[in-house]
Each structure stands twice: as structure tokens, then as C-alpha cells.
């Protein structure tokens, strides 16, 4: 195998949540182009299609279900739609997820739990389905979580509920990384963006001192471009990353590096 060829992803099928828009679309592109089928889930049933399509013109068979990570009975049926429809799943991008900006004095309970509940505890019931799939399988697999590094690090964004939900992952990732690594041949890594321009964080980033914000954080000196997410979106997802478990990598411009 050529070192080029541990990229890629032929006779794999791929998993990824929140594909109806922002890095779900790009990652889902990412994957379809490296060889894998796709399983998009995500609740907005019409964008949904949308990313369907796109997989679809690179070539590779796709389907799209109508899913809120929130509860466990979509992420059963979002799998086992997947082995359904292509007989098994090899990988999953944990990518659902919703922003918060409230400081924590005037932040409402339902509001807190919402965030926790779709970034942390739903990508926790997406790895459940998955992992369950894949064991009785008898196969490895490969989950790569979402995080971002506002669960390394600190802002002076006020986004505590999103912060929780990242860093929460975090330790979600190691601890399944050690059950699941070894005997059940499941890597489990996430990934810490920092900000790149997407429907999430357009309302920060086109905003001038939000902007002069997440730049004075960034020795890069400049936001991310959607493609730079890719290549270690891959790493961990393919043969690739085959001796990697358990770590956060981020790709972030050094904002972690404060």
C-alpha cells in the first residue's frame, strides 16, 4: 500500500451527523472523494438532501435520514439504516452540534441542557449505536468526535454551555478510546477546530469585533479555511491513523498554543 493509498476509504461506509450544513457538508464531501458511502443524518430533512446530492455527483452511494442525535432511537436508526442499506459501517463523524453565547448569569437552565444534550450526550449515543455495530460485526472502526479547542482552552466568547459540551467530549474520546481500542480494534480521536467560517460562527466572524477577537487568539493571523479540516479529518478516519487513539488534535491556527 503506497503511503497516498492509506488515505483512502473504498468499500467503507462512513457515518456523519450534522450533515445538513457547515464542516457535515465538507466532511462528508471530504469522505465520498476518498471512496467511502455515505450515512448522513441530521434533522433538517431538506438540507439534508442537498449534501446527499453532492455525494451522490462525486460518484459514491449515499442516503439521508432524518435524525436528532438528542435521542437514542435516532442514532440506533441511523446506523442500522446504514448496514441496512450497505451492509456494515466503518466510520463515524460525531459533527452534530449547536453554538451558545449568553453569560452565565443570564443563560436559562433549558438553554444549557439543549447545548449538552445535542453535542455531548447525543454524540455519546451515536458512538453507542456505532460501537455496537461494529462489535457485532466483528470489525474495527474508526469514530472521529467534533470537539473544538473552546474544550481546550479558554475565550473571552462567553459560551460556557458550548465550552462544557467540548471539553465533555474530550473525555468522552479517552475513555472510550481505552475500552474500545484494543480488544474491539475501535479507534476513538477528535478533532479541536478553532473558527472557520460556517453558519455556526458567521454571526462572529462576520461581526468586526468579533472578528478582531478570534484574531488577536490566532498567531496565524486569519480564520480557517473549511479544506484545512480535511486532511486530519482523513488521518483519523482512514489506515492512515491506524496506531492513533485516543488523542484531540487540533487544527486551529496555534490558538491552543495561549
Known amino acids: 500500500m503506497s503511503v497516498l493509498d492509506q488515505f483512502r476509504l473504498d468499500g467503507r461506509v462512513a457515518?456523519?451527523?450534522?450533515?445538513?450544513?457547515g464542516l457535515g457538508v465538507t466532511f462528508a464531501e471530504a469522505l465520498a472523494e476518498a471512496g467511502a458511502d455515505l450515512v448522513l443524518g441530521a434533522r433538517r430533512a431538506d438540507r439534508l438532501e442537498e449534501t446527499k446530492g453532492k455525494v451522490e455527483a462525486l460518484g459514491r452511494?449515499?442516503?439521508?435520514?432524518?435524525?436528532?442525535?438528542?435521542q437514542p432511537a435516532d442514532c440506533?436508526?441511523?446506523?442500522?439504516?446504514?448496514?441496512?442499506?450497505?451492509?456494515?459501517?466503518?466510520?463515524?463523524?460525531?459533527?452534530?452540534?449547536?453554538?451558545?453565547?449568553?453569560?452565565?448569569?443570564?443563560?436559562?437552565?433549558?438553554?444549557?441542557?439543549?447545548?449538552?444534550?445535542?453535542n455531548l450526550t447525543g454524540a455519546?449515543?451515536?458512538?453507542?449505536?456505532?460501537?455496537?455495530?461494529?462489535i457485532a460485526a466483528g470489525h474495527g472502526g474508526s469514530i472521529v468526535n467534533v470537539s473544538s479547542?473552546?474544550?481546550?482552552?479558554?475565550?473571552?466568547?462567553?459560551?460556557?454551555?458550548?465550552?462544557?459540551?467540548?471539553?465533555?467530549?474530550?473525555?468522552?474520546?479517552r475513555d472510550l478510546a481505552m475500552q474500545w481500542s484494543g480488544r474491539r480494534g475501535i479507534r476513538v480521536n477528535a478533532l479541536a477546530p478553532s473558527f472557520f467560517a460556517s453558519e455556526m460562527t458567521?454571526?462572529?466572524?462576520?461581526n468586526e469585533i468579533g472578528q478582531q477577537k478570534v484574531l488577536a487568539r490566532t498567531p496565524m493571523g486569519r480564520v480557517g479555511e473549511v479544506r484545512e479540516l480535511t486532511g486530519a479529518l482523513l488521518l483519523l478516519a482512514s489506515d492512515a491513523g491506524s496506531?492513533?487513539?485516543?488523542?484531540?488534535?487540533?487544527?486551529?491556527?496555534?490558538?491552543?498554543?495561549h
Not at 452511494?61 to 436528532?68: E, H, L, N, Y
Not at 453507542?128 to 455495530?133: D, E, K, S, T, W
Not at 458567521?202 to 462576520?206: C, H
Open 76 to 118: 440506533e436508526a441511523l446506523v442500522a439504516a446504514g448496514v441496512e442499506a450497505f451492509g456494515d459501517v466503518h466510520v463515524l463523524v460525531n459533527n452534530a452540534g449547536v453554538g451558545s453565547s449568553a453569560p452565565a448569569h443570564k443563560e436559562q437552565p433549558e438553554a444549557f441542557t439543549k447545548v449538552l444534550d445535542i
Open 202 to 206: 458567521d454571526p462572529l466572524l462576520q
Open 243 to 257: 496506531y492513533i487513539t485516543g488523542i484531540t488534535l487540533p487544527v486551529d491556527g496555534g490558538w491552543s498554543l
Open 15 to 21: 457515518v456523519v451527523t450534522g450533515a445538513s450544513s
Open 61 to 70: 452511494r449515499c442516503i439521508a435520514v432524518s435524525t436528532d442525535v438528542s
Open 149 to 173: 479547542v473552546l474544550g481546550i482552552s479558554g475565550s473571552d466568547i462567553p459560551q460556557v454551555a458550548y465550552s462544557a459540551s467540548k471539553a465533555g467530549l474530550l473525555g468522552m474520546t
Open 124 to 134: 455519546y449515543y451515536m458512538a453507542q449505536a456505532f460501537g455496537r455495530a461494529c
